[in-house]
C-alpha cells in the first residue's frame, strides 16, 4: 500500500492553519482570577466587555483578570445570569484585541473546532476537536432560553470553561462551559450577544411576570370533547397578587389557562417557559381559558419580575 507523497504537506498544512488560528485569536482570550486554584477563562466579546462562565466564579466578589502575557488588571462586574450561564465584566481602556464574533449557525456535525483558554500565567492553551452535536434551540435546567444545543468533541480542562469555541475562519461562534459529567457545551454567540445587551444596560436579564400562583391540573374529557380542547392539560389559577398584571387583565381565582399567545399550554412549566423570554416583558398578549365550564379570552399585558 502506497501513501500519496502529498499527505504530509497536507498535514503540515493543517497544522500551520490551526497555530494561525490560535495565533489569531489569542490576544481577546484572558484568564478570569476568582481566586480558586483553576481559573476560568474569559473573552474580550466587545471593546471593553469581557464575558466569562457564570458557574465558574462561584460567589466571587473580587475578580481580575490577566491578559495574554501575563499582565493582571482589575474588572468591574455589570452583570450575572445563572439561567444562561454568562457573566459579563467591564474592563477599562482594553489594549488587547476584539474577538471577531461569528455565526453559530454556520455549524454543522463533523466541522473541526478550537476550544481555547489561558493561563493564570498569561500563556495561551488550545483543544482540537469536532462538533458531535448541533441542533436546535433548548432550555437550560436554570430555565435560560440557549438559542442552538452545540456539543464539540473537545476536553474542557481546568481553565477552559468560559474560553471560546473558535470555528475554521478563526471567528468565535460561542462560550464554552461544562455539561454533564463534565461534557463540553457551547452557548452560542447569539445567545451571548442577547444576555450581553440586557446586562450592559440594565445588569440583570428581564422576566416576564404575571402575578399569579399556578398548579397543574387535568381537564374533564367530557368538558375537553364540549369545548373541543386538545390535551387534557391546563394551569389552574391558586392565587393572584394585588394589582398584578394577570388581575388587572381580569384573571380570576380558579380560572384554569390553556393557551399562551395563541399557544396551547398543558402544565407550569410551559407558562414559565414563556414568562422566561425577555421579549413577552411589556407586551399585551393574548389567553384563552376556562371558567366556570366555558371558553373565555382575554388579553393580559406582561410585567418585569421585580427583582
Same mark, same amino acid.
Given at each position: ?22 495565533? &489569531? ?20 466579546? &466587545? ?48 489594549? =488587547? ?109 428581564? &422576566? ?27 394551569? =389552574? ?47 399585551? =398578549? ?18 418585569? &419580575?421585580?427583582?
Amino acid at each position: 500500500m502506497s501513501i500519496s507523497s502529498n499527505a504530509p504537506n497536507l498535514l503540515l498544512s493543517l497544522s500551520q492553519s490551526l497555530a494561525d488560528t490560535v495565533e &489569531r485569536v489569542e490576544g481577546a482570550v484572558v484568564s478570569v482570577n476568582v481566586g480558586r486554584r483553576f481559573s476560568p477563562s474569559g473573552i474580550h466579546w &466587545r471593546n471593553g466587555i469581557i464575558v466569562t462562565s457564570d458557574e465558574s466564579l462561584h460567589n466571587s466578589e473580587e475578580v481580575t483578570v490577566t491578559l495574554n502575557g501575563g499582565k493582571t488588571v482589575p474588572v468591574k462586574l455589570l452583570g450575572r445570569d445563572a439561567s444562561t450561564d454568562v457573566a459579563v465584566f467591564q474592563i477599562d481602556s482594553p489594549d =488587547i484585541p476584539v474577538a471577531n464574533i461569528g455565526d453559530a449557525a454556520t455549524l454543522k456535525v463533523g466541522h473541526l473546532v478550537l476550544g481555547m483558554a489561558l493561563s493564570r500565567e498569561g500563556n495561551i492553551k488550545a483543544v482540537m476537536g469536532n462538533i458531535s452535536v448541533c441542533s436546535g434551540a433548548w432550555k437550560s435546567m436554570s430555565g435560560g432560553n440557549i438559542d442552538q444545543f452545540i456539543c464539540p468533541d473537545i476536553t474542557l480542562y481546568p481553565g477552559f470553561a468560559g474560553g471560546p469555541l473558535v470555528d475554521a475562519n478563526g471567528d468565535v461562534v460561542g462560550m464554552n462551559t461544562s455539561g454533564r459529567r463534565a461534557t463540553a457545551l457551547t452557548i452560542p454567540s447569539k445567545t451571548v450577544n442577547r444576555v450581553v445587551d440586557q446586562l450592559v444596560v440594565k445588569g440583570r436579564i428581564a &422576566r416576564g411576570y404575571l402575578g399569579v400562583g399556578m398548579q397543574p391540573v387535568r381537564l374533564p374529557q367530557n368538558l375537553q370533547t364540549a369545548l373541543n380542547i386538545t390535551g387534557d392539560g391546563g394551569v =389552574i389559577v391558586v392565587n393572584i397578587e394585588n394589582n398584578a398584571p394577570a388581575e388587572q387583565a381580569g384573571i380570576l381565582l380558579g380560572d384554569i389557562l390553556i393557551t399562551f399567545n395563541d399557544a396551547r399550554v398543558k402544565d407550569t412549566n410551559d407558562v414559565l417557559a414563556y414568562l422566561n423570554q425577555s421579549q413577552y416583558v411589556n407586551q399585551t =398578549i393574548s389567553v384563552q381559558l376556562v371558567r366556570g365550564g366555558e371558553l373565555v379570552n382575554l388579553t393580559v399585558t406582561i410585567g418585569e &419580575r421585580p427583582f
